[in-house]
């Protein structure tokens, strides 16, 4: 038998458990970060709504109770029931049967009062806004489940030097383990409940504001100080439904793992730290006898108190594997998880099987993102779209997708708002004009989001950066050397006759294609131009020419078009070469890379 491992430190294993949990944390710092944004998108449009409101009814900036009882007239009524066409249309496509259901029987109404009307429209934002958040929810919570799970894992077999067979995660596993009831409820009843919730706060803030005779900005206030308080309990639930959801992980992977038997606990230990988490530092305790809450975490809500594996000074490393009755195997010290992933989580269903499972997750994430953007309809075509993209890029695009945010709006991605993308005109019947337009324009956005996510979890101090107008973008760190050579190779190209591929086809595909037009236009500084694209003035900027090249390889590699991967494999080897390295990172959450060229910009 080989020689395992001397056994690692308590230091050792603490700082492995802390990344891992960490990054997990981050995760959920950044879904809060979205979140706060969903939660000031709904106020804002409900505050557009009582602005409207007091605009029609008001008298001298005050509505009387008996003024907001009195019907709807004939005009208003027919404006409300277009409303409603558009708030069932929205529940449908949610599958929110039960609002779907009340939106039916208030349409048929034929006597609304303006209140009962406003009320729908506040309800409506707020059915909106929770069937996101419920959605989102469980894709974060899934997340983290199964980075836990499989990192821990791997954590614990590289750290002995030797692992056992473990148990796989599939779908239907981690939706059992992220919907079992804690503490009485689960993350979605808890959700649901705190939606009820709100509804009755702001209907009755709203009633009494009216009793009262409030003006406009008083009522404004009430409700956003009650938006406030639902958005600061929505924060409670992510982070406490998180660090259950990391917590369980973490056990089922030493359990999986065959070989931890024992836990500790590890607080970090500030002038934050609550009284339990700081009594309940370093004390251990078996796997078999743990119960949440009690002897492991999360102890209180927004605990971030996590557990490490714990090995007694007479743990036989080669006892285990003697007595172990699943397959062993050796893991190098040098491995990283990535490579260990492909390895034992990858390899036993083979490849096949894994393009299968990428394919149905993806197709579930593009179903999510139809929804926010509200094309549901064209889900079959997005589909279609990257039936021949690259695996790596559609694997980042399986991982980030599910945590950036999408909202319709002008076609654009904004750091902290996320993307938005102008719905697609009804009328649209050939449905490749649809595919090389608007799905084009949304994976190019994405390419921009998943840019900055990366860097986003990479950076510490982000402040830093926007202060200083530093980019903030992964793609500038990693390609600004490779797209200077490339221009260089090009300069000494463009007039000879060898390069005339590249120039006849960016300009009869530019349109079809506008993708590596606009790549031509920023690395060659518009010497090289197409039908399509950014304009020189454009890229100025420090970091443009990277970040829309990132996006625009993006979208080219979802889609997989051979002609136009082989001009790009062909004139600028060295921006594609670091595009890969960039997209091989952010598959691994590798952001030692990032950090080291951040060190090296500086």
Excluded at 53 to 61: H, I
Excluded at 516 to 536: E, P, Q, R, Y
Aim: proline share 1%; glycine share 6%; charged share 30%.
């Amino acid at each position: 038998m080989k020689r395992m491992k001397r056994m690692r430190s308590k230091d050792y294993w603490k700082k492995r458990s802390e990344v891992v949990a960490g990054r997990q944390f981050k995760k959920t710092d950044n879904y809060i970060l979205s979140l706060h944004l969903d939660y000031m998108e709904a106020l804002s449009s409900i505050q557009k709504d009582i602005e409207v409101f007091y605009a029609r009814f008001s008298q001298n900036n005050e509505i009387s109770l008996q003024e907001a009882r009195r019907l709807l007239n004939s005009n208003e009524l027919q404006e409300f029931k277009m409303d409603l066409k558009e708030f069932t249309r929205k529940a449908k496509d949610n599958k929110n049967l039960q609002w779907e259901k009340e939106l039916n029987n208030v349409s048929y109404k034929v006597r609304v009062t303006r209140l009962q009307a406003l009320q729908t429209q506040m309800r409506n934002q707020i059915e909106s806004l929770y069937t996101k958040q419920q959605n989102d929810t469980a894709n974060i919570l899934s997340g983290i489940y199964e980075d836990t799970y499989y990192k821990n894992i791997f954590e614990v077999h590289k750290g002995l030097g030797i692992g056992i067979n473990f148990a796989k995660l599939d779908t239907n596993t981690i939706n059992k383990v992220i919907t079992e009831p804690w503490h009485g409820d689960n993350y979605s009843s808890r959700i649901w409940n705190n939606k009820e919730k709100l509804i009755m706060e702001l209907q009755t803030n709203l009633t009494q504001s009216f009793i009262r005779g409030d003006s406009i900005d008083k009522t404004s206030k009430t409700i956003a100080e009650r938006m406030n308080v639902a958005k600061n309990r929505a924060r409670t639930l992510v982070n406490t439904e998180s660090a259950n959801i990391v917590s369980k992980s973490t056990f089922n992977s030493y359990i999986g793992s065959g070989v931890v038997k024992e836990y500790e606990i590890l607080a970090t230990l500030d002038l934050h730290t609550s009284k339990i988490c700081r009594s309940m530092d370093g004390k251990i305790f078996k796997i078999s006898e743990k119960e949440i809450g009690v002897n492991a975490p999360p102890f209180h809500p927004n605990c971030r108190t996590t557990i490490i594996p714990y090995f007694a000074d007479t743990f036989d490393i080669e006892r285990i594997a003697r007595d172990s009755e699943g397959e062993i195997y050796y893991v190098d010290g040098n491995m990283n998880y990535g490579q260990w992933y492909k390895e034992n989580v990858d390899n036993n269903s083979g490849k096949k099987c894994h393009d299968i499972k990428l394919e149905n997750n993806l197709q579930n994430t593009i179903k999510n993102v139809s929804k926010q953007l509200n094309i549901n309809e064209f889900t079959n075509e997005m589909n279609q779209y990257y039936k021949n993209g690259n695996e790596k890029v559609l694997m980042v695009h399986e991982n980030q997708m599910n945590e950036l945010r999408y909202s319709e709006g002008n076609a654009s991605y904004h750091l902290f708002g996320g993307i938005s993308l102008e719905r697609p005109n009804k009328m649209i019947n050939r449905r490749n004009k649809l595919g090389n337009g608007y799905i084009g324009t949304l994976f190019h956005e994405t390419g921009h989001g998943e840019d900055f996510k990366f860097f986003k979890d990479s950076v510490e101090n982000i402040d830093k950066y926007m202060k200083n107008s530093l980019p903030m973008s992964s793609s500038y760190y990693y390609m600004k050397d490779a797209t200077k050579k490339d221009k260089r190779t090009l300069a000494k190209l463009i007039n000879n006759e060898e390069c005339n591929d590249l120039k006849k086809y960016i300009r009869q595909n530019g349109k079809m294609n506008e993708s590596l037009s606009d790549i031509c236009v920023a690395i060659t500084n518009g010497k090289l131009t197409g039908s399509g694209g950014h304009t020189t003035k454009y890229f100025k900027d420090k970091g443009k020419v990277q970040a829309e090249t990132f996006a625009n390889l993006t979208t080219i590699y979802t889609k997989g078009d051979k002609e136009t991967i082989a001009l790009l494999e062909k004139y600028f080897p060295n921006t594609n070469k670091e595009y890969f390295n960039l997209v091989e990172d952010i598959i691994k959450e590798n952001y030692d890379n990032l950090l080291k060229k951040l060190t090296i910009t500086k």
